[in-house]
Structure formats: structure tokens, C-alpha cells
């Protein structure tokens, strides 16, 4: 795939961002790229879509991914390729992703002599929003075939384009969200013991949930919580008989994620309790966190070492405390999440701003290196 | 008065209750009994009425004053002088009070030969709402005649009817409001050190100003603060950058009143400062304290007695939190408010209760003791 | 019994003061002065004395007394009669009170032919420290005879010499007392999560403490709650196992008594639970609450004005957060409990003073108050 | 150098640890065994040693560091070379540090002619108290040698023996300690409002002290805050004039470190003021943070390979809170310090256990890494 051609794909792509699964356009403009390299893709949930690159012969199956949902944003980079579409921007870069995997797709099929066993293409909406992979998943995906590796790759504009960032374990977040309501016996504000004044337990409630983390997480574990409502009465002298508040709380291991929970639940019972009041909560789960296999993210940077040069990976430590749904696709295989450097060095605008402009030289190298460690890992070079 | 009489009148105000300024037909009422004794009243502020009944000479002036507005209460009483007006109640007994000031017009009118001075009827619109004293004396009350001593009755279903509580001092509340709005950057909820989180700061802040009448108030000087409303916040995952909250506040001496508000104040600026947030409060000022002078209780309860027999004055100690604003006519003349029992001694409904039923007894009580205080003090039994 | 005589065995008592029960020199005069007069007075419990003076026949028995015990105080007030005794003084005017009984002992002695029934004479040791009323008690003192009303004064140097101040109810709180305890695992400060932090725990438990009085009191009725000591940890980066704090709480009356105990307790117990620790509580009764009889109020009032004139009796409306164990005698008998002005009217020390000095005019209306209180409930005043 | 005689060596220094800075035999064994070796140590401060062993010519220069103190700790291994101390116990592993460098020394002695530059070997004392690095420094030990690049490596029996975990970033915490005390007006517990109840304050402040990690660092970035001790009062019934209350807090980056002092300082003096008292807070420094250089890093895995094997190699992500003062060191060098495999796989006690006991074949992976980076880096393999 000539670099003009990526480029020009991913302009095409990003002029015609959708939102959610809400994505005819890209969908369209993907089965087509797939049909033209004689690729069948299949439908999975809502605008999902699946296909497989057959090899030379028996072999391990190794799952590339692309999301490929856009944001509720106004565009303001001016390009002559920016989105057509009013307040809605790949101010994400999943216009880039989505280009890279099709030429990944590309070169690993111009190649499919060369290796044993297969590529699962996947392509999913709604990344951004209630998540795109558990729906392709639920509706079978892997039966198409069942993945023993995975890897995706992630914009990255603090990395310089033509590098990648690796982490060799934790890289996102789990996000899970909680809605609590306090509810009790409301009150003249002039006659407080008759009452329970949830607002005042409310209150209490929430400092000692913003106290936990520190006390509770291992300090050198990336975690955090926050409270972002909080409601409660419309009078200045009626003591309301219920507040409600809700947030969420983010862990990268899944013992702190549910010893964390545990304690949040601990908090909002039995401290409304002290005054007579009950405390509820109920809580919704986000996406699981996403952890890189150690080996996997090493096959990754010697991939990438020998695409880029000497110099072109960084390892990462501290995780992002972002999500990434492609952490239900690591539930089923090993495998490895990088960053793309999208980076020119100097005022690049951050993602999720209207004014997100990748270095197109970032496109070449991100087909090269998802192609490459594909067919290292379908070559053997990762062993478990 | 005949008893008959006075029970009319008071079920006739009773069927048709209005709410704040709204008081046509009460003020009709009023107006053509008042007519029918032959006093003239005049209109001061909205719906106020002021009238006097001048005595053989020259005197002392004492002020009698009755509250006539209802309640956005449905009454659910069942008599069959009961409230024509949906969900509109006299469930504070401010029918009696009109009633029983009304007859001791009658009373006091009739003997005007056997005293020197004058009395100053005054009937107030709006005593539940915004306060309807302050404006009837911006309007000139006062320049009709300017009281030297001032008595009021108010409804107690806690006293049984034929006897009465009196306060030697304090008796009511002076009732203090505030809004506060903590300011700060919003941040997204897995990022709060790149914002002020006014949330947590807006918790901690109230339940700091929940721990200072406990700190600062004398512990055996009634006091009262209450945080009503606390609002912030429209998603689980985003940091905010504004949270409101108002409450008030309700003290007894003006010494402590403005102590507690200064605490407040403090509490609101410095606690927010602490994480680089803004805390602005704004106060408003409601109803003054209302303090019986302790003579003019002694008054009282020496004509009650006369009046009702011995054992039938009860001297009460502890202050209501509740607030009256009878209480500006006591910031231009020493006085007492008083509380006329309204029980039967069993299954009395409380104020502002949907079944509230005062005993009807109590209606010649209050007529006959607010006539004999007007006297006991136009007649020289107040010396200061 | 003359002023000059009252005035000097008040001076007697005044420089020999004793500490708790330790009061041997303060013993003998009072033995002494009722010997004297007749009286064989017994000892009950430490310290205690108590005797009978007969009137003329069958009646009811009326209870009198005085407490005797100083304060570790070094006196500054530089009188010729001031204290002999290194760092003892009685700045709580406890040698007025029993200077007054052995006064009224006198003048009650001498005119036993006018009344019936009997005066019981109580003075009592240890009222400053752990109690010396409840050891009389248990030790028979009311198998010498039982009393039917009982009678106390109190120097109140905030009113004026000549006068009294009565409270128609609850004159002086309940003193309960609390030790509390959190345990939980110690950790290295750097390693929280190891833990159970219980610094952290105390200090949300303590505010949580402190918020409980303005949200479960009446806000009319009087009541404190303060904590009083904290401690916990040795090294700053080493997390403790144990957190201990402690502190008292005042009240009124019984129900609000109970209830702040039972949220008390709960806050200690629940708040730890929430991060896995214990909280441990234990409470210690102190003195109960001292409530005048209304009635028996009004018998008091009313002597003192046949006594000291009109204008000389204040109804006292706020009762005061002190306490004192007159009360123990009040749960067997109605009784009124009232302060004796001992004011100048300026620079007037307050009680604990190194240089508390009560105006010695006050001691002869201590002694007639006394005795002609005493009198009319024998008289028969008072009926219930 | 045999095994053998590593062994032995090690065991030598086991049996007689010293505390802080009081190791008189343990730097007699050194300063022996580098006279042995024909390399001239000289003191640094107290107990601290430098040395140089100079290679074929011109070069840069490269510091090992051992570490040579023990912990007041009772030993419980058994061992027939445990410690002859009472109460004094190598459970650091500072005697395999100091053997290892031992063996190092020797090592590169013998292939001074094989390489250019210069070694300086740094034996230094007190590292588990006040610090030893910092006072060789100002002792003038770089005028011995100033070096370009420093090493040292770390006991870890998390990590099997035979291997070794390296950060490429930050790998301890900077240490910062304060001091607390709150003034105010110190009341009895029933009247706080003569008070300033600093107990309620200093409550207060350290609850919003342990919310401040939470909400100001970066999620993702290590730190921790905890208070270990906190004391105010002696009497329950008594609310004290002083509270104090110390703790700590640890950081690995400089600008979190001086934006949390910040926001700590602040919290300490903001909410005392809301009610009138006084915060006063006073900060220690500890050592500073302990942040590998990643090229540093990278050779010292290069070289752990090439000696160890491939997989020998662990890339650390999370910092660990504990402190090391080698950051000192790398003060003025780029550097590496890495963490030594002790571990047999089952049962290993942790670091400062009574039952801390390596493998001793960590000691032969130690000497040969220790050498191999320094040869490494004076070979020129870093480059910046």
C-alpha cells in the first residue's frame, strides 16, 4: 500500500465520522476497501463488522482491531478533509486506526503465503460511548474464529510520529460508575431532630469516599475516584428526604477494583446508618481494564524496532486512567495495545480537542507495525 | 362580645383563607366589622389595615396586632365551616388571631371612656410569606400612632384551651438565609488534579458549617442552622465547576446572630481557598428575633390570670425556632406575644397541620386577655 | 442570728477550705455550730453530715443543704480571711452556702415551736469532684428522714447581693462521659493500604461526633458535646493501631440524654466498621440533670420576695451546662434549686476565680431565704 | 572471586551488623579486605568509605554504592552465621550490598588493565536512619572522584535469585515529613464557645489532608500522604489550647512534591482560621526522589542479560514509596539502581523480616552485575 493511497483513505474516513454505532458511512467505505482486497466481512452487532484473512495453512489466529467511532465535536483544523458533518469530528483518530488496519489488512493479504494460520479483522463501532466490542463478541465473532493473540494500536500525539509507546502491563483503566441515593425523614430546616438531613449525611458520605483511594490503593497503583452530581432539596429551610449522588471510580487491577468497590459500598451503607438514614447504592460496569501480556508488548517493540529503527519505542509505565473497550477482546488472548506517535513535537492540540491533527506520517508506520507483529505472532515469536 | 358572636365571625374568616397579599375577602371582613364599631381603619402596605380606638384623653399607646393569612394547605377537617378555597387552609389559627383582636375592638371600643391613651389595632397580611409587618410600617403605620407597648396572640394546640404560655424574654427566632456557590475548574472525572473539584469542596465546607453551633453558640442559647439544598454536577464522569448550596440559620440574641454569620462567612471563603477554589456566600435577612420584654410578660400573665382563673399562665422557657414577624413592631416599642392555648388535651393536630382544629373556646380567652393587658397597660400597670 | 455572727463563721470556713472529701477542719466547725445549738448531727458516708431539727409535732420533712468542699485554686484576693491553705480555696462560694444553712439551722432551730414536721439538714462533701451526695444517700441518710421537698442555694455572683434567680425547670445539665477506642492493623505510613489508618478513622469519627449535637437536639433545648483528649502514633511514618480519644456530653433532659448516647455510640461503632476497623466505646455517668419543680419554684420566689422586696427574684430561663449533684436529692423529693446574687454590680469575679469574692450582704439573705423557704413548704405552701 | 568466598564474606558481615552509623566492624572487614585487594579506602564523614581503583588511562568515571547498615531487629533465621548481635539484624540485605561491591571491587581490580576511566567504590553508612550519602558528599568525597555514572543494586526477594528488576524511570519516592500544631483558646468542654476546640479542628484538617492525593496528584502517579500521630488534651472534660500532629508524605516527581506541599501548607493554615485558631506547620526534607536515567537503565538490563541470561530481566513499572538516599548520588550522575532477585519462589520473608534470608546465589549475580554495567559504561555503551 503506497503511503498516498493510506492517506488519502484516511482522509475519506475522517470527512464522514459518525457517532456511537451510528456509522453507515465508514462501514460502507470499510466492506468496500475489504471487498476490493476480496475479503468478505461479516456484520456483528450494530455496525460491527469481522473478517478473516485465511493463511497457507493451519495455524494460530491473531485478532487485529480498529474502532471506528467518531465525537460530538465541532472540527477546527480548517483542513480541506475535515469532517462534512456539523459537530461531529474523529477528534479521536479512529479515522486513522480504521486506515491502518485496512492496510494492514491489505499488506497481510497480499502476503497470506507467507504465513500459517489467520487474521481476524475487527472493526467496531462505539468505542467512545456503551461499547462496540462486547456486542460483536456476544454476537459471535469468535465463532468466526477464535483469537490466540490480539493486538490495536491508539493515537498518541505526546509521542513524535514515526515512534510508538508500549506498556508491558497495566495500559488503561477499568471504568465502573456507581449512583448512590440517601433517603431518610425530611424535616423543617428549624427542627432538624425531627428528621435525618440527608443532606448532612450526604455530604459526609462523599468526603469519606474521596478519602478512600488514599488509603486503601497501594500508593504506587494508578487509581481514582470521583463524585460528579450531587443533588439534593429545593428549599433553603426544608430538610429534603433524599439526596442522590453518583461517579465513578477507576482501577487497573481487578482486586483493587473490587476491594475499592467493596469499601465504596461499606461507605455509603453504614454512614447514612449512623443518623438513622439508609444509604443505596447501585453500581454499572465499564469497561474491564486493559492489560498488556508482558511478552506480547515485548513482540510489539521488537516489531516496531525493526520497522521504525533503533530508538522508535518507548516503554510506558504509568497507565492512563482513559478506557479502552478493546480490553474484552484481552479477556479472550493475550496481547498487546500500543500508541502510535501522531506527534509533530511542537503545538500538537491533545486528543478529544476540535483541533486534532495527526502527523499523516504516522499512517505508514502503523500499517507496518500492526502488519509485522501479526505475522511475528503468527510466525511464533511469542510462546506461552 | 357574645361567645356566639365571636364563633361566628371566626368560622366566617375561616371559609375563605387567601395566602400572603391575597387576603380581599379577609380584609373585608375585617374592615366592615371594624365599620360597624364605628373605627375607621386604613390601608398600609398591601392588605395591612391599622385602626385606632382613641380613649377619653391623652395617653399611652398600645399597639394590639392580629396576622390574617393562610396556608397552601387542603383542609381536611371536614367541619362544615371549612375552607371554600381549594387547597388554601387557616391551619396557623390566623382566623382566631383576626377573630380575637377583632372582638377586643368590640370590647375595648365599647369602654373607650374608661381609659386615657389610644389603641392602635393593627391586622397584617403575609406573616407565613415575605413578612407583612415591615412594609405596613414602611408606609406610615406609625404615623397614625406610635406605639408605646405592643401585644400579640398567636395559636397553641400544645396549651389547653382557657389558659396561655408566655416567654419571659426570647420567644421566636430571628431567621437568617444564605446562598453560597463554590466556583472552581471542571475537570473530567478521571482527572481531578486538573480541575478544583467543587464537589468534595462543597461537602466538606457544609459539613463544616454543620459543626459550628455546636462550636460557637453558648450550648444552652437556642440555635439553628440547616443546609437545604445542595446541588452540582450533570454527569458521573465529569468534575463540575460549580456546586450551589443554601440553607439558613436562626439564633436568638443578635450577639450570636452575628458571630454565626461571620463563622459562616469565614467557612465558606476559606475552606474553598484551600484547593484553589472560589466560595462566595450571600446572606438575606429574614424576620428579627422576637423577645417579650420580661415586664410586659408579667403584664400578660397578670391579666390572664384575672381573667382565666389561677394555674391557667404557663411560663415558657425554651424558645420556638420558629419566627413571627411581630417581632419589628417589638423593634419600636417594648411588648409581648403571647400563646393562647387552642387544646382539648387529646388528639390535638399541630399547626400547619391539614386537621388543625383549635377548641373555639379559646376564642373568648384571647379576646377577653388581649383587652386586658390593652388596659392593664394604657391604665399604667407597665412602668419603665 | 446577727449579720456580724454570719459573717464570721463564713470567714472561719473561708480559710480552712478542704478539697473533696478531705474537709476535716470544715467538719468540725459545722459539728461544732449544730452542737451549739443543739443539734446532734451524724455522719453519713466521708465526710457528710446530716441532722434533725423537730418541730412541734407530726408534718412533712423538708431537706436542706449545703455542700462544703473548695477547689485547688491559690487565692488572690488578698483578704485578712483568706485562705490558709496552700493552693486550696473556696472560690465556688461553698462557704457561703454552708455559713447560710448553719445560719438558717439557727434561726429554723429557734422557732421549731412554729412548725410541724422537720427540717433535715444535709452537708454534703465532694461536690467539685466525684460526688458526695449519692454516698450519703447510700449510706441511710434518708432513714434519718425521709424528705418531702428539698431546698439548695448556689452563689451567683452575676446578680446582684440581695437578690435570687430561680429557674422554673431544668437548672443544670447531665454529665455523661466518654472513652472511646479504635483499633485496627498498624502500617508503614508509605503503605496506608496495609492498614486501617485509625487517625484517619478518629478524625471522621470525632467530626462526625461534633456535627451530632446541631442535628439530633431540639435546637431550644441546651446540650454540648465535646471530645476533650486525642491521641494516637509515636513516629510520623508509622501508622498506628489504636486511636484513642475522649470527651463528655451534657443534657437537659432524659430522652435527649438517652438518645445523643445511643447516636453516640452508634457514629463510634459504625464510622470504623467502614474501613475495617473497631471502635470501642464506654460511657461513664456523672451527675444526673437538676430540674426545679415548677412549683416549688414559685414557693421559693415567692419567700424571697417576702424576704429581699420586691424586684429581687429573676426567673432564670437558659439553663446552665453545669452540673451538680444537689440532683440526687431532687429524684426523691421536688425541690428547687436556686442561686444566691453575690454581685457588687461591677468587676464582680467570676465562680473558679482565684479572686472570686462574694459581697458578705448576701449571706443574711442566703440564711432567710433559707429558712422561711423551709417553712412554708412545712407550712404547707406548696401541694401536689 | 569464588562463590565460595562470597559466601563467606557475606556471612562474616551477617554475623556483626551495626546501626546508622556505628559499623566499626563492618567497615574494619571492608576497609581489610580492599587493603587486601590492594586499594586504598579512605574515610567520609563518620563510618563512610571511598575508594578508587583506577583503570588503564584517562576516562570518565563510574560510582558503585553499597549500603552497609542493619535494623534494630531481633534475628529469627537460625542461621549458624546469624547475628551475633542482640537485637541487631542484617534484614535489609545491606551485607549482600556490601559483599557484592566487595566482590565488584575485586573483579574490576583485576581488569584495571582492560579498561579506562576510574571506579569509585562507595561504602556508605546509615541509609536506614538519618542518611549517610549526603554526609560523604559534603565530606568531600567527589574530590576523590567526581563520578559521570552511578549504580548500586537492592535485595528484592520478590524476584527470584538470578535475576533482577530494573525501572526506567522513577523507582523510589522522594521522603518529606511535617510538623503541625494548632493554638487557640483552650475552654471547658461544656462552654466550646469560650474556645477555639482545636481538637475539632485538627480533626478536621487532617481529614482534608488525607483527601488531598486524591484530588491533586495525577491518578496515575504515585504518592501518598499519612499522619502517624496526633495528640491534644489530658482531661475529657477539658478542650486544650494545642493540638499537634505529624506525618508524611512521598512523592516521585518534583512538581507533585512542591504543588502537594503547597496545597498541604495551605490546608494547615486555612481551616484554623475559619473559627479563630491558629496553624502552624513546619516541613523536614528526606531524601529526595530515587529516579533511574532509562539509558542507565537500559544498560544495566543489557548487561544483567549478558550475565544472567535472556528472562533474567524484569522492567519494573511501579515506583515503590520506600526511599533510598543513593538519589544523593544521582544528584550528580545519571544513573541506575536496580533491584537484586533474592528469592528462592516459596516462603520468602520480605525485607526487614526477622526471617529475611537470601539465596545466597543472588551474591555471584550481583558481583558480575554490579561489574559488567561499570565496565559497560566506562566501555561507552552510554551516551548522552
Redesign the interface.
Known amino acids: 500500500m503506497g503511503n498516498d493511497e493510506i492517506i488519502a483513505l484516511r482522509r475519506r474516513l475522517h470527512a464522514i465520522p459518525g457517532l456511537g454505532f451510528d456509522l453507515d458511512e465508514t462501514v460502507k467505505i470499510v466492506e468496500e476497501y475489504l471487498g476490493g482486497l476480496g475479503i468478505a466481512g461479516r456484520t456483528f452487532g450494530r455496525s460491527g463488522i469481522g473478517a478473516v484473512i485465511e493463511g497457507r495453512g493451519p495455524g494460530r489466529t491473531v485478532l487485529l482491531r480498529a474502532d471506528m467511532d467518531g465525537l460530538p465535536i465541532e472540527e477546527e483544523t480548517g483542513h480541506p478533509w475535515k469532517s462534512e458533518k456539523p459537530g461531529v469530528m474523529h477528534a479521536c483518530g479512529h479515522d486513522v486506526h480504521t486506515a491502518c488496519l485496512l492496510g494492514a489488512a491489505k499488506k497481510l493479504s497480499a502476503s497470506r503465503g507467507d504465513f500459517a494460520g489467520r487474521v481476524l479483522l475487527v472493526f467496531q463501532p462505539a468505542e467512545e460511548t456503551t461499547g462496540g466490542a462486547l456486542p460483536m463478541i456476544e454476537d459471535g465473532l469468535f465463532e468466526m474464529a477464535s483469537p490466540d493473540g490480539a493486538f490495536a494500536l491508539h493515537c498518541d500525539p505526546s509521542i513524535r510520529s514515526g515512534a510508538v509507546g508500549v506498556?508491558?502491563?497495566?495500559a488503561r483503566?477499568a471504568a465502573d460508575?456507581?449512583?448512590c441515593v440517601i433517603k431518610g425523614r425530611g424535616a423543617h430546616?428549624?427542627?432538624?431532630?425531627r428528621g435525618d438531613?440527608v443532606?448532612?449525611i450526604?455530604?459526609?458520605t462523599?468526603?469519606?469516599l474521596?478519602?478512600?483511594?488514599?488509603?486503601?490503593?497501594?500508593?504506587?497503583?494508578?487509581?481514582?475516584?470521583?463524585?460528579?452530581?450531587?443533588?439534593?432539596?429545593?428549599?433553603?429551610?426544608?430538610?429534603?428526604d433524599r439526596?442522590e449522588?453518583?461517579?465513578?471510580f477507576?482501577t487497573v487491577t481487578e482486586e483493587t477494583r473490587l476491594s475499592l468497590r467493596a469499601?465504596i459500598r461499606?461507605?455509603v451503607m453504614?454512614?447514612p446508618?449512623?443518623?438513622g438514614a439508609v444509604g443505596e447504592i447501585q453500581f454499572t460496569e465499564g469497561y474491564p481494564a486493559l492489560a498488556n501480556d508482558?511478552e506480547m508488548a515485548d513482540l510489539v517493540m521488537a516489531a516496531a524496532e525493526r520497522i521504525l529503527g533503533e530508538g522508535s519505542v518507548t516503554?510506558l509505565?504509568?497507565?492512563?486512567?482513559?478506557v479502552d473497550d478493546f480490553s474484552w477482546f484481552l479477556r479472550s488472548a493475550p496481547g498487546c495495545y500500543f500508541f502510535l506517535g501522531t506527534g509533530r513535537g511542537t503545538d500538537d492540540a491533545p486528543l478529544h480537542s476540535p483541533r486534532f491533527d495527526p502527523d499523516e506520517g504516522c499512517l505508514e508506520a502503523g500499517v507496518s507495525v500492526l502488519a509485522e507483529a501479526a505475522l511475528a505472532f503468527l510466525g511464533g515469536d511469542y510462546q506461552k
Not at 430546616?189 to 431532630?193: K, L, Q
Not at 478519602?211 to 500508593?219: A, I, M
Request: proline share 11%; aromatic share 2%.
Open positions: 506498556h508491558r502491563g497495566p483503566a460508575m456507581f449512583d430546616g428549624a427542627e432538624p431532630h438531613d443532606i448532612a450526604a455530604c459526609r462523599v468526603s469519606a474521596h478519602e478512600l483511594v488514599g488509603r486503601v490503593v497501594p500508593p504506587a497503583e494508578p487509581a481514582v475516584l470521583s463524585v460528579g452530581t450531587l443533588s439534593a432539596g429545593t428549599a433553603r429551610n426544608v430538610l429534603p439526596a449522588f453518583s461517579g465513578i477507576r469499601k461499606r461507605t453504614n454512614i446508618d449512623v443518623l508482558p516503554v509505565t504509568a497507565p492512563s486512567m482513559g
